[in-house]
C-alpha cells in the first residue's frame, strides 16, 4: 500500500466517524498531507505553468478561479495523461472545461475518459 493509499485510508476511516475536537484537528493536517501528495504528482506541471505567470499551488486553484488562462491549456492537456490518480484528473478535466479549451482538449478528453 502506497502512502497516499495509507492515507486516503485513514481520510476515510476518520470521515466516517463522530468527530471530536481531536479528530477535526486531525482531519484537518490530514488534508493538508493529502493535497500535499497529490500535488507531488503534478508538481512540474506547477513549474510550467509559473513559467508563464500562471501562479497556482494546485489543480483546483484553476477550477475556482474567474480569471481566464488559455496559456494552460496546452499544459494541461500534456499532463492529464501523465496524472495518475483519479482526483488529479478529475481536477485537470474540471480546469479544462472552460471555453478556451474547446476544441483543444476534445480528443484527449475523449481518450483519458
Same mark, same amino acid.
Given at each position: 500500500?502506497?502512502?497516499? /493509499?495509507? *492515507? ?5 476511516? =476518520? &470521515?466516517? #466517524? ?5 479528530? %477535526?484537528?486531525? +482531519? =484537518? *493536517?490530514?488534508?493538508?498531507?493529502? +493535497? *500535499? ?5 503534478? +508538481?512540474?506541471?506547477? &513549474? /510550467?505553468?509559473? $513559467?508563464? $505567470?500562471? !501562479? %497556482?499551488?494546485? &489543480? ?5 478561479? @474567474?480569471?481566464?488562462?488559455?496559456? @494552460? %491549456?496546452?499544459?494541461?492537456? #500534456?499532463? =492529464?495523461? #501523465? ?6 484528473? /478529475?481536477? %485537470?478535466?474540471? @480546469?479544462? @472545461? &472552460?471555453?478556451?479549451?474547446?476544441? #483543444?482538449?476534445?480528443? !484527449? =478528453?475523449?481518450?483519458?475518459?
Amino acid at each position: 500500500m502506497t502512502r497516499l /493509499e495509507k *492515507l486516503e485510508q485513514h481520510w476515510n476511516e =476518520l &470521515v466516517g #466517524k463522530p468527530r471530536s475536537k481531536e479528530e %477535526i484537528e486531525e +482531519s =484537518l *493536517l490530514l488534508a493538508q498531507e493529502l +493535497s *500535499l501528495e497529490y500535488a507531488k504528482e503534478y +508538481s512540474s506541471m506547477i &513549474v /510550467e505553468l509559473a $513559467n508563464k $505567470n500562471i !501562479i %497556482i499551488s494546485d &489543480v483546483y486553484d484553476l477550477v475556482n478561479t @474567474a480569471e481566464s488562462y488559455p496559456d @494552460a %491549456i496546452p499544459i494541461l492537456i #500534456k499532463y =492529464l495523461t #501523465k496524472v495518475n490518480h483519479d482526483k488529479n484528473k /478529475e481536477g %485537470i478535466v474540471r @480546469a479544462l @472545461a &472552460v471555453k478556451e479549451a474547446r476544441g #483543444k482538449a476534445s480528443p !484527449i =478528453l475523449i481518450e483519458v475518459q
